[in-house]
């Protein structure tokens, strides 16, 4: 049985992202996710400054992996561009989402600190 794990994961990892999307899709299977969770780090990291004072970075982090599951929900190929540049963009906005929710200080104060 454990061979047949490790057999399945080595697989996984040499598939490419457009096969582990449909197989998502079919078994919901979390790989995908896991590939994709540097991206949800970085934008985490990219966006510190913005949430720093009131919020964690593992919260940041943890809202990046529901919005790349979330995320791959909606994907459509065949209307979206490439999966990186459409899950990043949901990373983002679910971030930006998410601060304005948490943050008690007007968006004013922040447009006229720049």
């Not at 996710?33 to 919260?59: C, G, H, P």
């Not at 992996?65 to 949901?90: H, L, Q």
């Not at 679910?94 to 600190?113: A, E, F, G, Q, S």
């Amino acid at each position: 049985m454990i061979a047949k794990v490790v057999k399945m994961q080595k697989g996984m990892e040499e598939m490419t992202n457009e096969e582990l999307l449909v197989l998502y899709q079919e078994s919901r299977d979390q790989e995908l996710t896991l590939r994709y969770l540097y991206l949800a780090k970085s934008v985490a990291i990219q966006m510190n400054n913005l949430y720093s004072d009131f919020m964690q970075m593992e919260d940041i982090i943890h809202e990046g992996v529901i919005a790349i599951m979330k995320g791959i929900d909606r994907y459509n190929p065949e209307r979206d561009s490439k999966f990186e540049t459409f899950i990043s963009r949901r990373i983002r906005g679910t971030v930006i989402d998410l601060i304005r929710k948490n943050n008690w200080i007007p968006r004013n104060y922040h447009k006229n600190r720049q």
